[in-house]
Structures are given as structure tokens and as C-alpha cells.
């Protein structure tokens, strides 16, 4: 008897063993800068990232890329093909997996600067003819039920990363206001919640169609009422339970800057695969990755292998970023706390390993 509990004992703890706290994802999410700029970011990503322990690199290009097939759509200062594949095989000799990312759904405008997809296609805007120069709003949204909408966005998709040779594309999604607009005639009658989902579905399964995985960032799936969390980083617009309608393989980016929130809890015990993202509070991001790491130490396996790792976000010009990390004092206060963050966090991560 005592030998069956023993025996019980050891596979019960073999069974539920937890992933080592060392995570499998240690990431950086960068602009991509000018084009000129394109050596130094190689040089920052063979030499910089690897001593940092960097294995992911997020790259938002958005639609500054010459596409062959939709030239038209090449926004201000585009990579050719060949430029992103420079970039790609820097992250490839570094051993860092290259993420490629177009900002889709919200973030079609900036100010009254509208990006190239709805200036080139008005026919895909949500609300077309409203909001003259962006007055009054955030960001445009394209109508993700536009006809011909899907067709376009994929090949843009599809062209970047082949460029990048990518097994994974993040599609941003973050901060959409505008969705199933009233006055659309493809979307009244349509609930946020449903119109998103529905989006990221689609956009999921052409990507698995590509043999591609899908990021997005996590904001739009949080319930910003319930929470607390407000209508930037969560949703008070209802796209909140949308989190029950789409695949559990995305990998959510969880983005908060003001505070430790426990949501990467939250997206693991929904079954995804979720990192944490800080920004330029080194205190904060230390007490993301703490969190992170106490889920895969202390949670079953199935949680602790969600809780996937960090992705540190910049929003700053990258070249910028580059020169504040390289010690430039020239540049803005934002952007010099942003690079003593990262440095701060990847230090503490690097700090974490030696200590398992
Ligand atoms: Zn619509």
C-alpha cells in the first residue's frame, strides 16, 4: 500500500510538474525606422539583442512596404522586398524570431493623417465621409465587412511576411473605437462584439491558411467597466466577450503602463498564450515579469504553460530608441526611459535564469 502511494505520489508530481519559470518568449516590439536605417538596426539586432537576450522581435511595419501587388498602397518611406529580407536574416544569424506586424482594424489614421489603406480605398472606410481631416476622433477603423476589404489586406499581409520568411504575424487590433458604426451599411444591425470576433477570425484563418500563428494585442478582449481598466487598455465599447469567440491559439500581447494589472492571469486561465508588455516604468515592468514567472512556477501546467514571456514595447521612433540605448543624451525624456526599461527588465530576466 505504501508503495501504491508512493507510486501514485511520484506520478502525480511527474503529471503535474510546471514549466521552469525561464520564459520561452523575451521580446521587443519596435517601430520600423526610416529605411536609411535599416544597417543600424541590424547591427542593434546581431549585437544589442543578443547580449540583451532577446529572442523576439516584433516589427510593425504597417504599409510602408513597395507591395507588388497593391503598389498603390506603399505608404510614406516603404522597405523594398529586399531591405525587410536584410532585417531578417540579422534576426536569423542572432537566432531572434522576426514578427512582422500591420497595425489592422483600428489605427488607420494618426491626427489628420489617414495611412494609405483608406486613402487608396475610402470604398473600406467605417465611416466614410465622417469626420473630415480625423476631427473628433481617435483613429479611423476599416469595415471588416467592405467587400473586396479581405482580399487586399491578405495579400499585404502575405507579402511582408514572405519578406520576413515568418512563421508568426502580429495584427495589432489594439484601441478600436470605431466598429460597427451606425451609419456603415455593411455592419448596422451588428454588435461590436460579433463584428470584432468575427475579424479576428478571419484574419486567423488566413493566417493559418499561410501556416502562420496570430498575435494581437489583448486590450479589446478585456472588460474595461468590470475591471477598471478604462476604455484604452480594456473595452467599454462591448468587444470585451469576444474573448469567448475566436481561437484559443493567438497570442495575446497584454499591454499595461500604469500598473501591474493581473490580466496575463486572466487570458492564461482563458487558454491563451498571453506576454506581458511594459513600457518605460522599470519598477512596473519588474513587477509584470515577476507575475509572469510566479504563473508558469506556481500555476498547473496547462496556466503556467500560457504565461509565455514579455514583450517590451517602445513607441518611439526606433532609430531613437537605438540611440538612447546606445547612451545618446540628445534624445526625449520618453524615449530615454523607455530604453533604461528595457534595460532594466532584460537584466532582471537575465537575472531570473541564473537563478534557476
Ligand atoms: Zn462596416
Known sequence: MFCVAVAVLALSQKASKAPTPN???????????????????CEFIKTSLVTEGVNTLVLEFDYRFKFTRHPEIADGDPYSASQVKQIALACKEAHIHLIPQINLLGHQSWAKSTESLLRVHPEFDETRGKYPDNKGIYCRSYCPNAPGLHKVIFDCIDEIADACSADAFHCGMD??????????????????????????????DHLKATKRSMWMWGDRLLDGRTNGLGEWEASTNGTWDAI???????????????????????????????????????????????MMEALRKGANPKIASNAQGMLHTTWCDAEAFIKAYMGSKKQSKDVEETAQCFKDLFKAIRQSKANH
Open 23 to 41: 520564459l520561452p518568449i523575451c521580446g521587443l516590439h519596435l517601430t520600423a525606422p526610416s529605411t536609411q536605417a535599416v544597417p543600424l538596426l
Open 175 to 204: 484601441e478600436v473605437f470605431i466598429l460597427a458604426d451606425p451609419d456603415c451599411k455593411y455592419c448596422k444591425g451588428k454588435t461590436a462584439s460579433s463584428v470584432f470576433a468575427s475579424e479576428v477570425n478571419a484574419l486567423h
Open 244 to 290: 469567448n469567440k475566436i481561437p484559443k491559439d493567438i497570442v495575446i500581447s497584454d499591454w499595461h503602463y500604469d500598473h501591474a494589472e493581473p490580466t496575463p492571469a486572466y487570458f492564461a486561465l482563458n487558454g491563451f498564450p498571453v506576454v506581458a508588455s511594459p513600457w518605460r516604468n522599470s519598477n512596473l515592468a519588474v513587477q509584470q515579469l515577476d
